[in-house]
Nanobody
Framework: VQLQASGGGLVQPGGSLRLSCAASGNIFSIGLMGWHRQAPGNQRELVALINPSGTTNYADSVKGRFTISRDNAKNTVFLQMNSLKPEDTANYYC?????????WGQGTLVTVSS
């Protein structure tokens, strides 16, 4: 099982980006999916989670600005990030419970700077 993340890049403050993460391999079931981020010198922190039914949970710092969603048919989770701030700059990692095992994607760098 592999998770492949994409969509990071450089954006100005106030801008938007959409991250995607697709799971591939021998998949029987996917449970909770989520995004975490890690800024230089900081610990990895939870950004958002979504369960198979679509129930979501967000870190307080991103509520109202970020939206997590998933396409169960394509084994993909998305993170729509709006009103980006410089403090959102980090490597973003997707995570998923696949076949009852926890898997991580490679990081995708988001840089918010003018």
């Amino acid at each position: 099982v592999q998770l492949q993340a994409s969509g990071g890049g450089l954006v100005q403050p106030g801008g938007s980006l959409r991250l995607s993460c697709a799971a591939s391999g021998n998949i029987f079931s996917i449970g909770l999916m989520g995004w975490h981020r890690q800024a230089p010198g900081n610990q990895r922190e939870l950004v958002a989670l979504i369960n198979p039914s679509g129930t979501t949970n967000y870190a307080d710092s991103v509520k109202g600005r970020f939206t997590i969603s998933r396409d169960n048919a394509k084994n993909t989770v998305f993170l729509q990030m709006n009103s980006l701030k410089p403090e959102d700059t980090a490597n973003y990692y997707c995570n998923a419970l696949v076949n009852r095992g926890s898997y991580w994607g490679q990081g995708t760098l988001v840089t918010v700077s003018s």
